[in-house]
């Protein structure tokens, strides 16, 4: 089957590979000539991938057959309804589901709507009086969040990035007077607990879900520094988390369910790609975020234990008749290369190397990310550049073979967080959820 591939980060390289290993024919559209997913695909076309007409038309002339779409960006502009416009069924919500992550606003307000569990109490504001007037007047610490895209870096919580209310007004004046994730601000109140990721395919009905997994969004050790997309995770053996258990997934399990059948039932529309709910764990669960796609890295560590055929699962996405997807049962741990200054001032253009071989025999899986080959060379660009996974009956075990396979990727300006996936870091969210 011939299939297109939207994106060229870690999570796209995890994609291709999951679809070339499940006999598809690959072909890709992304912005930077990522050499993983260039190396699996028969043709690829450097653009950029937000382009409806240009990506639809690249997909007509190879004949694709289906379309898998990895970013928010390209589901958020409309991607799949220019794909399915030309008759190519398409793996990913079309741009009126795709603002269920592309509008906080509009998710919060979906799930007051529908009295779905899960809810925090929030106010959603496009003038800043307004804005102003509630962050005084609200009673409790709160999370502060341009309603737009922001590549996960918009999010501030007061007392954590925003040390007192004086830096929150200042920063809701930055973002809507900027216009920052389009202006448009959600004031909430701040969760407490520890986050946790589910993602699930779906099927416009049935919500199938995948291991659970957990994401490390700061940039240095010991979860300090600016908030990043993610410098790695780790999932375990048994599709938990250390800190939870089976009632927690299944209460997640159903807010995701009950979101599904809240949109459908407002837009008529049926969501067919990948959901992904951000959840805290505290005294109650609470849903933090929803995203109209996998994980980044969260994607490459249930791809690389995925046992189903991944071409029979999008096939059943699309199809409407999604069946459950078997995992490997092994934990993962991920870890990413980033550049220096990566969250805030990110040193791009450097050349790294990367040991493939040494990596190999390590165990690890590689992915590459966000940069670009050229002439046979790798170089950085401003975002995370290559991807390790151990996978392994323990997260411990996955752990020492993703940070041995770290010692075959070199380079000047770049870096990776040494402690995800280690005890002593595990042992920390284990307590502090007890
Ligand atoms: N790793 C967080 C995300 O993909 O949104």
Not at 109 to 131: D, K, V
Not at 387 to 411: L, N, P, S
Request: net charge neutral; with cysteine; aromatic share 6%.
């Amino acid at each position: 089957m011939r299939v297109l591939l939207v994106g060229g980060g870690g999570r796209e390289h995890a994609i291709a590979e999951a679809l070339a290993r499940g006999g598809a024919e690959l072909y890709a559209v992304m912005r930077n000539r990522n050499p993983g997913i260039a190396r699996l695909s028969r043709e690829f076309l450097l653009a950029d991938e937000t382009d409806g007409g240009r990506v639809a038309g690249f997909a007509r002339r190879i004949g694709a057959e289906m379309a898998v779409i990895g970013p928010e960006g390209p589901l958020a502009a409309g991607i799949v309804d220019a794909l399915t416009g030309e008759g190519i069924p398409t793996v990913g919500p079309t741009k009126r589901l795709a603002q269920i992550e592309a509008s906080k606003a509009f998710m919060r307000g979906l799930m007051a709507r529908h009295r779905i569990p899960g809810s925090l109490r929030y106010g959603a504001f496009s003038g800043l009086s307004e804005a102003l007037d509630f962050l005084e007047r609200f009673d409790g610490p709160v999370a502060i969040k341009p309603s737009g895209l922001t590549g996960g870096k918009g999010v501030k919580v007061v007392g954590d990035q925003l040390k007192d209310l004086e830096e929150a007004r200042d920063y809701l004046r930055e973002v809507m007077e900027g216009g920052i994730g389009g202006g448009e601000v959600v004031i909430e109140e701040r969760a407490e607990g520890e986050e946790f990721t589910l993602q699930a395919f779906v099927d416009g009905r049935r919500v199938v879900p995948m291991p659970l997994v957990q994401d490390h969004k700061r940039a240095f050790e010991g979860d300090t520094g600016p908030n990043t997309g993610g410098m790695g995770a780790y999932s375990d053996a048994n599709g938990l988390l250390p800190f939870l258990e089976a009632g927690d997934r299944k209460a997640a399990e159903d807010i995701m369910k009950a979101a599904i059948a809240a949109l459908r039932a407002e837009t008529g529309e049926e969501y067919r790609g990948i959901l992904y709910g951000q959840f805290m764990l505290g005294r109650e669960l609470r849903l933090i975020e929803f995203n109209c796609r996998f994980g980044d890295p969260e994607a490459m560590n249930v791809l690389s234990i995925l046992k189903t055929n991944f071409v029979e699962v999008c096939r059943g996405i699309v199809d409407g008749r999604l069946r459950d997807a078997v995992f490997e049962p092994k934990a993962t741990v991920s870890k990413y290369v980033v550049p220096q200054g990566y969250g805030l001032k990110p040193m791009s253009g450097k050349r790294i190397f990367v040991d493939e071989e040494r990596i190999r025999r390590e165990g690890a899986r590689l992915y590459y990310a966000a940069v670009n080959e050229d002439g046979g060379a790798v170089y950085t660009t401003s975002s995370r550049s290559v991807g390790v996974v151990g996978v392994h009956e323990t997260i411990a075990g996955a752990e020492r073979i993703a940070e041995r396979a770290m010692a075959g990727i070199r380079g000047e300006g770049i870096y990776h967080r040494a402690d995800i996936g280690t005890e002593a870091r595990l042992g920390r969210k284990i307590r502090k959820a007890l």
